[in-house]
């Protein structure tokens, strides 16, 4: 059976940015959105009942829908970005 894996990102003014990882494998649905806003996070979370019923109207098996908080990822203050060709294979 076909499986398929979308990934997103979209930033808005009003809502802020959401990433989001979809996936169909077979009948079975699964939907992680990571939001950075807490609004936003708190006014899709109250939607999630009304999404999982329509999707299984449309004949799906909800196996994961959820809405979490975008973790942010702090600067690692011991790790300096490497500078142009630090990286680069001289030997071969």
Do not use: N, Y
């Amino acid at each position: 059976h076909p499986a398929f894996r979308l990934r997103f990102g979209l930033d808005s003014p009003d809502g802020g940015a959401v990433e989001g990882l979809a996936g169909l494998d077979g009948r079975r649905f699964f939907a992680h959105l990571s939001v950075e806003r807490d609004e936003t996070r708190l006014r899709l979370a109250r939607e999630l009942g009304e999404i999982r019923t329509g999707l299984s109207a449309l004949g799906l098996e909800v196996a994961d829908l959820r809405v979490v908080a975008m973790a942010a990822d702090p600067p690692d203050p011991g790790h300096e970005a490497a500078s142009s060709g630090q990286l680069v294979d001289r030997v071969s």
